[in-house]
């Protein structure tokens, strides 16, 4: 959906990758990656440019003005009072003045890179119990933004959310443990990937216009599951690394794992592919919306 003032801020925090214990042994240089050694490399103190505490300095200023300030003018994360499953906040967008899943899934991620799992969980906790749809054909899928107060304000979905969601809760999962009920991060994680790929089974068929976030023969992800909005794709939403980690660890639909896996691997190199034929050769742009 619309890019905001809170995407360009979250994304300053810098989106690292948590693949800590998963990895598997491979030939060739990816073995040197953090996905198999449990270890980051720091570019910064690599090549000089800062010392490790001044890297951590840097992050650490970025989370206080982004997360823990109560200056607004400054802030882009509030807290928003608590239900049965504990506290809950969202991530505003200050450029419109509500709440969008694309805010909130980054912040999740961000929180999760940073260790953080309270603002983690409360994140969760209010797209879960604000954003999510409980019932009906978009059951499992999170609308798209609300108000301040919680209160949908679109029904649809923006898939980049949801992709963001699913591969925030599996890094939490890895990091932190599963908990339990909305906190099984592994198996929230799981219901998003069988939501996204598996809407019109879950449906028998197109309800209402809903259909899968994923087209199935073409293997990628649709600008919104939604009518005509679900016959074209956006390549900001193409997010190959999160496909490859998705074909390793989805449980898969009715015991569907290893198709699911399949495709999941099968779409990551499609995304790849369609990099190439979405980004200017020249300059390296990408087009907003792109036919698959």
């Known amino acids: 959906m619309k890019r905001s003032k809170t995407h360009l801020a979250v994304v300053g925090l810098g989106l690292l990758s948590l693949l800590g214990s998963c990895g598997q042994s491979v030939p060739g240089p990816e073995q040197n990656a953090a996905f198999y050694t449990g270890k980051y490399r720091n570019l910064f103190t690599e090549w000089s440019i800062a010392t490790e505490a001044q890297v951590q300095a840097k992050l650490d200023a970025y989370w206080e003005s982004l997360f823990a300030s109560t200056d607004d003018q400054r802030r882009v994360y509030y807290p928003a009072g608590s239900n049965a499953n504990g506290p809950m906040a969202y991530v505003a967008d200050i450029g419109s003045n509500d709440v969008r899943t694309e805010g909130m899934s980054y912040g999740m991620m961000i929180a999760v890179q940073m260790n ?12 879960k119990s604000k954003m999510q749809h409980q019932s009906g054909p978009r059951a499992g899928y999170f609308a798209w933004h609300t108000d301040f107060e919680g209160n949908i304000i679109d029904a ?61 023969e073409h293997k990628q992800v649709v600008f919104v599951p939604e009518g005509d909005n679900a016959i074209f794709t956006d390549p900001s939403y193409h997010l190959p690394a999160f496909y490859e980690l998705w074909s390793r660890w989805a449980t898969g639909w009715n015991g569907q794992q290893a198709v699911d896996r399949k495709f999941w691997a ?13 980004t200017h050769p020249e300059t390296g742009l990408g087009s907003v919306w792109l036919k698959f």
């Open 266 to 278: 099968e779409a990551a190199q499609v995304s790849r592919d369609y990099f190439q034929k979405a």
């Open 116 to 127: 953080k799992q309270a603002e983690f969980n409360a994140l969760w906790n209010y797209a």
């Open 156 to 216: 649809n979905p923006a898939s980049d959310g949801e992709e963001y969601f699913a591969t925030a809760l599996f890094f939490a999962s890895h990091r932190w443990g599963d908990g339990n009920g909305i906190y099984n991060y592994s198996a929230e994680a799981n219901n998003i990937l069988n939501t996204m790929l598996h809407k019109e089974d879950m449906n028998g068929g197109v309800v209402n216009g809903v259909t899968n976030m994923f087209d199935r």
